[in-house]
C-alpha cells in the first residue's frame, strides 16, 4: 500500500507496492525542483525535476507531485523495488540562482 | 561520459592537520560545486564556480577552507586546520547549466 503523509525521515515499504515521499519548502520564489537519491558510499543521482508551472511530471516509475498552494512536493516511486532503499532528497532554487538548497531526506527501506 | 571524478575517496585525519581534496568535473560543465554532507543531513553548500571564478563562497568558512579552479576544470578544496567539525563528506558537482547537478562520489572525511 501507499505512505502518505507529513515528512517523515524513513519510510519502509513492501517490495511491490507504491512508495510516496513528501517535501515541504519554505521559499516562495522557488520554481525548480529536483529529486536526488542517494544510495550508501554514493552521491546523490538526479531522479526526476519539475518546473512551477507544472504540476505533475512523470518518469520510468516516478512521479513528481508540485502543489504551489501549500508547498508541497512529492516523489511516488511505482512498484518499489530493493533496489531503490535509499535517501531520497528534494531540492530546490530560482530559476535566476543555480543554487540548490537540499531538504533533510528520507531514508526508503525496501521489505522483501 | 564518464561522471564527476574525486579523489581520494577516503581521508583521516587528526585534527589541526591540513587536508585536500580533487574534483575533475563531467567534461564540458562550467559550474563546479562542493557541497558537506554533516551525516544525516542534505548536502550544504560551500562555494560554487563558474568556470574559473566563484560566484558564491557565502558559506564557505573562509578561516579554514579555501578552493580554487584555475584553469576552469579541475578544482581542489583545503582545509587548513581541520576540526573535529569538519567531519563529514565532501561532494563535488558539475553543471553544464542552470538546476541539473551531477555529483562524484564524495571524500568522506574523518577528523580524529
Known amino acids: 500500500g501507499e505512505s502518505v503523509g507529513l515528512h517523515l525521515p524513513t519510510l519502509s515499504v513492501q517490495e511491490g507496492d507504491n512508495s510516496i515521499i513528501n517535501c515541504a519548502y519554505s521559499?516562495?520564489?522557488?520554481?525548480?525542483f529536483i529529486w536526488y537519491k542517494q544510495e550508501s558510499g554514493k552521491g546523490p543521482q538526479f531522479i526526476i525535476d519539475i518546473r512551477s508551472n507544472m504540476d505533475k511530471r512523470q518518469g520510468q516509475r516516478v512521479t513528481v507531485l508540485l502543489n504551489k498552494t501549500v508547498k508541497h512536493l512529492s516523489l511516488q516511486i511505482a512498484a518499489t523495488q530493493p533496489g531503490d532503499s535509499a535517501v531520497y532528497f528534494c531540492?530546490?532554487?530560482?530559476?535566476?540562482?543555480?543554487?540548490?538548497?537540499f531538504g533533510a531526506g528520507t531514508t526508503v527501506t525496501v521489505r522483501a | 561520459e564518464a561522471g564527476v571524478a574525486q579523489s581520494p575517496r577516503y581521508k583521516i585525519i587528526e585534527k589541526r592537520q591540513s587536508v585536500a581534496f580533487w574534483c575533475n568535473p563531467i567534461s564540458g560543465h562550467a559550474t563546479l560545486y562542493w557541497y558537506q554532507q554533516i551525516l544525516g543531513q542534505g548536502p550544504k553548500l560551500l562555494i560554487q564556480?563558474?568556470?574559473?571564478?566563484?560566484?558564491?563562497d557565502s558559506q564557505l568558512p573562509k578561516d579554514r577552507f579555501s578552493a580554487e579552479r584555475l584553469k576552469g576544470v579541475d578544482s581542489t578544496l583545503k582545509i587548513q586546520p581541520a576540526k573535529l567539525e569538519d567531519s563529514a563528506v565532501y561532494l563535488c558537482?558539475?553543471?553544464?547549466?542552470?538546476?541539473?547537478?551531477?555529483f562524484g562520489a564524495g571524500t568522506r572525511l574523518s577528523v580524529l
Open positions: 521559499n516562495s520564489a522557488s520554481d525548480y
Open positions: 564556480f563558474q568556470n574559473n571564478g566563484v560566484v558564491d
Open positions: 531540492a530546490e532554487n530560482e530559476s535566476n540562482d543555480y543554487k540548490l538548497s
Open positions: 558537482a558539475s553543471s553544464p547549466a542552470k538546476n541539473i547537478q551531477y
